[in-house]
């Protein structure tokens, strides 16, 4: 079992940054991909960015050049570095991670940014 805590949620002005951290605690083993999703009021869940154990990153159009994603495998925790956001940036924020048998979510953390 993996458990996945979310952290740095909150409400920010538009154009001011946010930092989301996700740490990974349980039998942690096999690792492929961690990766960040995110849910708006009555839209599907969509990736934001996602990173493999070896360091390769994927991010959705929207957030190319604002978002980064990082890792720090000896901690097992991903972090989402949030610049520039925009209203259309909120939503809650979740925290995902892969292994070759099975995937674990996080319980959310809400981003809300205000014009």
């Known amino acids: 079992q993996v458990q996945l805590v979310e952290s740095g949620g909150g409400l920010v002005q538009a154009g001011g940054s946010l930092r989301l951290s996700c740490a990974a605690s349980?039998?942690?083993?096999?690792?492929?991909?961690m990766g960040w999703y995110r849910q708006a009021p009555g839209k599907q869940r969509e990736l934001v960015a996602a990173?493999?154990?070896?360091?390769?990153?994927n991010y959705a159009d929207s957030v190319k050049g604002r978002f980064t994603i990082s890792r720090d495998n000896a901690k097992n925790t991903v972090y989402l570095q949030m610049n520039s956001l925009k209203p259309e940036d909120t939503a809650v924020y979740y925290c995902?991670?892969?292994?070759?048998?099975?995937?674990?979510w996080g319980q959310g953390t809400q981003v809300t940014v205000s014009s």
């Open positions: 349980g039998i942690i083993f096999g690792i492929q991909v």
């Open positions: 990173i493999t154990s070896g360091g390769s990153t």
């Open positions: 995902n991670l892969k292994r070759t048998w099975d995937e674990s």
